[in-house]
């Protein structure tokens, strides 16, 4: 009896999911992934769903103006669609964009609200539980939600307190 090879798993057949597929081959982080998709679901849905292939640059560069004008998108969240629609185009589809001639958003970065220390002290008062205790770290060591998830036992001093 002859030895076969097993088949070889099935290429997706559907866009999003060929693109979902060159980026974990890619091994982009899982949020970049997300958020790439995200953005360029918006552009297809933008551009009448019509399949990337047979759009280019000027409807990449409608697409950035509108995000600007708008949707009013601040600067770096017009950067991170540049880049996932780039990514798409360059890596994935291997199509040259050239150069690009959208308008530029306007708008600044918004600064956070912050709360007063006896702000803060009021809503970590109102807690109990996990929820306190992740919270109270969060202000007290200055962590972000994901690190004080991701936190340890191990990584805990205890000596110093």
Same mark, same amino acid.
């Given at each position: 009896m002859e030895d076969v090879a097993p088949p070889l798993?099935?290429?997706?057949?559907?866009f999003m999911d060929r $693109?979902?597929?060159f980026m974990r081959a890619r091994h982009l982080a899982y !949020?970049?992934?997300?958020?790439?998709?995200?953005?360029i679901r918006d552009f297809?849905?933008?551009s009448g769903r019509r399949h990337p292939e047979s759009m280019g640059p000027k409807d990449v560069d409608t697409w950035l103006s509108y995000l600007?004008?708008?949707?009013?998108?601040?600067?770096?969240t017009q950067?991170?669609? $540049?880049?996932?629609?780039?990514?798409?185009y360059q890596q994935f $589809?291997?199509?040259?964009?050239?150069?690009?001639?959208?308008?530029?958003?306007?708008?600044?970065?918004k600064l956070p609200a912050v709360f007063t220390h006896d702000e803060a002290m009021a809503v970590l008062n109102n807690m109990r539980g996990v929820h306190y205790m992740l919270s109270a770290?969060?202000?007290?060591?200055?962590? !972000?939600?994901?690190?004080?998830?991701? $936190? !340890?036992?191990q990584d805990i001093d205890f000596s110093e307190g």
């Amino acid at each position: 009896m002859e030895d076969v090879a097993p088949p070889l798993p099935a290429q997706p057949k559907r866009f999003m999911d060929r $693109l979902r597929a060159f980026m974990r081959a890619r091994h982009l982080a899982y !949020r970049t992934e997300k958020t790439y998709c995200l953005w360029i679901r918006d552009f297809i849905r933008f551009s009448g769903r019509r399949h990337p292939e047979s759009m280019g640059p000027k409807d990449v560069d409608t697409w950035l103006s509108y995000l600007a004008n708008e949707r009013n998108v601040s600067i770096n969240t017009q950067k991170t669609a $540049l880049n996932a629609v780039v990514f798409m185009y360059q890596q994935f $589809l291997q199509i040259e964009l050239g150069s690009l001639q959208f308008q530029k958003t306007s708008c600044g970065r918004k600064l956070p609200a912050v709360f007063t220390h006896d702000e803060a002290m009021a809503v970590l008062n109102n807690m109990r539980g996990v929820h306190y205790m992740l919270s109270a770290l969060m202000y007290g060591a200055g962590l !972000r939600v994901m690190e004080a998830v991701r $936190l !340890r036992v191990q990584d805990i001093d205890f000596s110093e307190g």
